[in-house]
């Protein structure tokens, strides 16, 4: 079956400037998570939504926000954008608290 | 808070040299202890799962084990397609979020 979708791969941005990231889980699963991938800080959380609702959110500040579409679609939006937010964004699909699977990831440069 | 830590950050091996990883971890009410495997520029792979000390769960030429304290990846006579950044997480609470280590980079020369 159809793995994890990230869209798009790269993406180069300036700061001040806003973003949205799109992520398609495997089919079936309603758990979406999102992390933030940096050399320096690692693996980070960002936020989990479940059946349209943010069930869990890591410590970011509120620039980060995320949203599930009826599908499991999802979306994070990252507004006024620093220097420090460029990583590789992972979002990772679940059925209900079992495994995660990834996909490749969006990586974001902010310059 | 929960704390997870990999060791070591770095691990070079001979092909054929076996060795293991290891992940210590600090958690109030684990769910669940999980390995992912990380090549350059992708997502993390998915390879085991383990839910209770005394757990082992093998796949081709890796093999996890649990622990109440920690767990370990046991690498039996790599190949150099075996190369990677070997991850380790943890999940506790109601939801699926994990906290992971820093990572292993493991390096296999032929």
């Known amino acids: 079956k159809a793995g994890v979708t990230q869209t798009p791969r790269y993406l180069i941005k300036t700061r001040g400037q806003q973003v949205t990231l799109s992520c398609s889980p495997i089919s079936g699963h309603r758990s979406v998570s999102w992390y933030q991938q940096t050399p320096g800080q690692g693996l980070q959380f960002l936020f989990e939504?479940?059946?349209?609702?943010?069930?869990n959110k890591g410590n970011f500040p509120g620039r980060f926000s995320g949203r599930q579409f009826s599908n499991s679609r999802s979306e994070m939006n990252v507004s006024t954008l620093e220097l420090g937010d460029s990583a590789l964004y992972l979002c990772?699909?679940?059925?209900?608290?079992?495994?995660?699977?990834f996909g490749q990831g969006t990586r974001l440069t902010v310059v | 808070e929960d704390q997870v830590t990999q060791s070591p950050e770095a691990l070079r091996l001979q092909e054929g040299e076996s060795s293991s990883l290891n992940c210590s971890y600090t958690v109030s009410g684990l769910r669940g202890l999980f390995w992912y495997r990380q090549d350059p520029g992708k997502g993390p792979e998915f390879l085991f799962t383990l839910y209770s000390a005394g757990e082992e769960k093998e796949k081709e030429r890796l093999k996890a084990t649990l622990t109440k304290k920690e767990s370990f990846l046991h690498i039996t006579a790599p190949k150099p397609e075996d190369s990677a950044t070997y991850l380790c997480?943890?999940?506790?609470?109601?939801?699926?979020?994990?906290?992971f280590g820093a990572g292993t980079r493991l390096t296999v020369k032929p």
């Open positions: 997480a943890v999940q506790a609470g109601g939801g699926n979020d994990m906290r």
């Open positions: 990772a699909s679940s059925s209900n608290r079992e495994e995660a699977f």
């Open positions: 939504y479940f059946s349209e609702t943010q069930r």
